[in-house]
């Protein structure tokens, strides 16, 4: 449609200052042996010689059967060229890939009654999003009536929260600034990847059981705003240990198969951001639950298993350890200020640390080390089925709505009637978190007074200017972008919302269009506790008490939700809880107002309407993102040919790097497939076959233009050994043998091997070649 000039010229002249005011968070085969494999006192997680996937004698009294399926596809899209979404910085644009990203399929179905059923996703992605469940329900309902029974009621599409990996992919104006727009393939690559592994869980339903269990995980996370916590209540506070939840909940998967059971996967929650990947990072990964999932499906031996690493309550949680301290200046090396996180007056000095801080890796090894905790606590858990309980009870039940929360009006348990308002951030938003610092001179918790210049409330104005119902709706948020009142050119943030829950026996599932902090998720989890309850007394539901878990960021990105008392103190978590200070109490209302519709049978109750639908605005967006043009080899060289090569003698902790003549890996996503690959040779069978690829940690696939002009580019392909062998960690001497890291003996890494590079070329008239590279051969003695 015809746009006004104007409007793309604000845009495109918003895009410099949005984009550093930080707009979210800112600033197979294989021949080697993994830890869990070893026999010996190598073994640094003392787990049995075989870990295939556990298998138990079939017992009648291990709870209800349910129809159950796991599936995993690649989302993987564009690795270059496009930026990232989490930090909202447009320095921080991919350049390769470390891990390529997957949405993960778990199907819950009732045995007796199978168009009952849901399914929730895990994407490595920074959150669910209103386009992209959009998408994925739509191509659902093109695939015939066996995938009818998928729709808008029991689909969750939830987001890991990972900051690295390709964004541009979002519904809303705000979250596509600094990406310069939408980009549709980004996009297509997480619609088609989703869809596909639901049709895979789909096609492996069969009949089998769930278990619940938990487990502590004490030193994956730390709360990014205790300040903002102290505001709750102190007999609260009281009554836990910790002001973050370290408690991972477990749900196992697991399918009757003759005469024993087999576990098919697992669906963990836990909160920590995915924030250990810092922002200077620009390779594509899953970040810390990225690494949690594949260590946990590598270590089951079995292809098919599915592991599922989702969020929970992540809102002011961070996995950045060791607190957050000034890097420069004259307060560097010492803490930030607790209330405001701010070194000497300034924000952008102050980051927190994680477990390997110092590496200068872009917090490849912290980011490790946060996954490998996740990791290491499911792993336990799962082997030890006496910790779980069956889950029990023969319902299966699903709801979705969507809700205008620019002006949702309610009763407060305590009497008062409140209204929440159209969505707004505050000028803490901009400041960012100690996870990634803001720019210029904006700062947390200072609500009454956010001491910033002028000119950022005349760019707000700009975009729109809020009245004083707006201003007063709000509160102690000193309103900086009106954004749910921004309609040009479209939509800049929702304002309508999906409200979700699901439920199997017991287990009630809160699926979140936002980031809880941790006492919101408290307390919000706590309130549909209580009421499931006394709700639900039915024979059919099961005899076990309720158990509640929370997952987001999901469906529509909400950004944060904050508890009253902390939305008072207006740190970055406050300050970006969109729809005013009775944002959760509004979430826990339509969700308790909703349970009812979660009981065996509903018949007596009326209708649900499903309310507003949300504009889809893929075909609307801006985009600013340029094709790819042409790539050209240079004069007398071929695709693929090798520029630079391996050296032919190599120790296990060694990195071997081969550089090759080049293409832009736009041209071709390779889903489910892979740019870079090593290959070691088999002398049994006089062969070479692959034994690591993108999947794996250890490879890493790097792109570089080398001439615009001419199109020219090159690709570095290195095997980094250290992750296998521990040399990531230092020293012998500083090493510690409780990481379950891979951990090969070197003798198992010695063999002989060569790189491969798979790439594809655009041709003027637009035409794709694939194209492959050899690197020479190389030994690891």
Not at 389 to 407: A, E, I, M
């Amino acid at each position: 449609m015809a746009r006004s000039p104007l409007i793309v010229i604000l845009a495109a002249g918003l895009l410099v200052v949005l984009s550093t005011i930080n707009i979210l968070h800112r600033y197979y085969p294989s021949t080697v042996y993994f830890p869990w494999q070893h026999t010996t006192s190598n073994n640094p997680l003392d787990l049995p010689a075989s870990q295939s996937a556990p298998k138990a004698a079939f017992n009648v009294n291990d709870g209800d059967l349910y129809l159950l399926g796991v599936g995993k596809a690649d989302i993987t899209g564009p690795v270059v060229e496009i930026n990232f979404m989490g930090y909202a910085d447009t320095a921080q644009v991919g350049s390769g890939v470390r891990q390529r990203l997957y949405s993960r399929a778990f199907i819950i179905g009732d045995v007796d009654k199978p168009a009952d059923r849901f399914v929730y996703l895990v994407l490595d992605t920074q959150s669910g999003d209103t386009a992209v469940r959009h998408g994925i329900l739509e191509a659902l309902q093109t695939m015939g009536d066996e995938f009818a029974v998928y729709g808008q009621q029991n689909v969750a599409v939830t987001g890991t929260h990972s900051h690295s990996g390709p964004g541009a992919w979002l519904n809303y104006l705000l979250p596509q600034v600094t990406s310069y727009g939408f980009h549709k393939p980004s996009y297509q690559a997480i619609v088609d990847g989703a869809v596909t592994s639901i049709v895979r869980g789909h096609e492996r339903m069969e009949p089998g059981r769930l278990s619940i269990g938990t487990t502590e995980v004490l030193d994956a996370n730390v709360n990014r705003s205790p300040y903002a916590y102290l505001a709750n209540p102190a007999d609260e506070r009281e009554r836990y240990e910790h002001d973050v939840d370290k408690t991972m909940t477990v749900l196992r998967f697991t399918q009757v198969v003759k005469d024993h059971e087999e576990d098919i996967g697992i669906l963990t929650w836990f909160p920590v951001h995915g924030t250990s990947m810092l922002g200077n990072n620009t390779l594509v990964t899953g970040d810390n639950k990225g690494v949690a999932a594949w260590l946990l499906e590598k270590s089951t031996d079995d292809a098919d298993f599915v592991a599922g690493f989702s969020q929970a309550n992540v809102g002011d949680t961070s996995p950045n350890i060791l607190g957050a301290y000034c890097e420069s200046g004259e307060f560097a090396g010492e803490l930030c200020d607790f209330k405001t996180s701010l070194c000497g007056n300034k924000s952008q000095p102050c980051h927190g640390r994680g477990p390997y801080y110092g590496l200068d890796d872009a917090g490849t090894a912290s980011n490790y080390e946060i996954g490998r905790r996740q990791f290491d606590g499911a792993r336990r858990l799962l082997d030890d089925k006496a910790a779980f309980t069956p889950v029990s009870g023969k319902v299966v039940k699903s709801l979705h709505q969507f809700v205008n929360l620019s002006d949702y009006h309610f009763t407060l348990p305590n009497g008062t009637l409140v209204r929440t308002c159209p969505a707004a951030l505050g000028y803490s938003f901009a400041a960012g978190t100690t996870d990634g610092p803001g720019a210029f001179d904006f700062k947390q918790a200072q609500p009454g007074d956010p001491h910033a210049n002028p000119l950022w409330s005349s760019i707000g104005n700009r975009i729109h200017t809020p009245n004083d119902t707006q201003k007063a709706c709000h509160g102690d948020k000193v309103i900086l972008l009106d954004v749910g009142e921004s309609d040009s050119p479209y939509d800049w943030s929702p304002n309508i919302v999906d409200a979700q829950l699901l439920r199997v026996g017991q287990l009630f599932i809160i699926v979140a269009p936002g980031e809880a902090t941790t006492m919101a998720g408290r307390r919000w989890k706590e309130a549909l506790q209580a009421e499931a309850a006394a709700t639900f007394t039915d024979p059919t539901g099961g005899a076990e008490e309720p158990v509640v878990v929370l997952g987001g960021p999901a469906n529509t990105y909400g950004h944060y939700i904050s508890t009253p008392e902390e939305y008072g103190i207006q740190r970055y978590e406050g300050a970006s809880t969109l729809y005013g200070p009775h944002t959760l109490a509004a979430y826990i209302n339509l969700t308790v107002s909703y349970l009812p519709y979660l009981a065996a049978s509903t018949e007596k109750l009326p209708s649900l309407k499903h309310g507003p639908h949300p504009p889809i605005l893929i075909n609307d967006s801006l985009s600013f993102i340029r094709p790819v043009v042409v790539d050209r080899a240079p004069f007398f060289k071929h695709f693929g040919d090798v520029k630079s090569d391996v050296h032919a003698l190599n120790r296990p902790g060694d990195t071997i790097s081969a550089t090759f003549v080049g293409a832009n890996p736009r041209n071709d996503y390779r889903l489910g497939g892979t740019f870079a690959a090593v290959e070691q040779f088999d002398y049994d069978r006089m062969s070479w076959r692959q034994v690591r690829d993108d999947r794996d940690w250890s490879l890493v696939y790097e792109w570089e233009r080398t001439s615009s002009v001419l199109g020219t580019s090159e690709v570095t392909i290195s095997w980094e050994t250290k992750w296998e062998t521990g040399d990531w960690q230092g020293s012998a001497d500083d090493r510690n043998e409780e990481h379950g890291d891979l951990l090969v003996r070197d003798s198992e890494l010695k063999g002989l091997y060569r790189l491969r590079y798979y790439g594809d070329s655009k041709a003027l008239g637009g035409s794709i070649t694939a194209f492959e590279g050899v690197s020479g051969e190389f030994r690891i003695t």
